[in-house]
């Protein structure tokens, strides 16, 4: 894997145009996956985004069905 971007909630905020709370509370864990769109480094308490992978997966839900489920392993279920 190349290089990545991690960013603060804050910083992917202000990229995606997402409130911060929206992230926190409706998007982590139900849209962006631990280990796929984040990670808690050091076993802390801080989420750090993957930049990447969130911009990858944007456009491919974006162009793909609208009837697609995420997978926990970061696949999509097509319904």
């Keep these: 894997m190349g290089i990545q971007t991690y ?3 804050a910083e992917l905020s202000s990229r995606i145009k997402y409130d911060t709370r929206t992230i926190r509370e409706s998007l982590k864990d ?3 996956i631990e280990g796929r769109h984040y990670i ?4 802390g308490r801080k989420t750090l985004y993957i930049w990447e992978a969130i911009e990858q997966d944007m456009a491919k ?13 970061g696949g999509v279920l097509h319904g």
Excluded: E
Aim: charged share 10%; aromatic share 4%.
């Design 30 to 32: 139900s849209v962006l």
């Design 40 to 43: 808690r480094p050091f076993g």
């Design 7 to 9: 960013l603060t909630t």
């Design 61 to 73: 839900r974006s162009s793909g069905s609208s009837l697609a489920i995420p997978m926990a392993n």
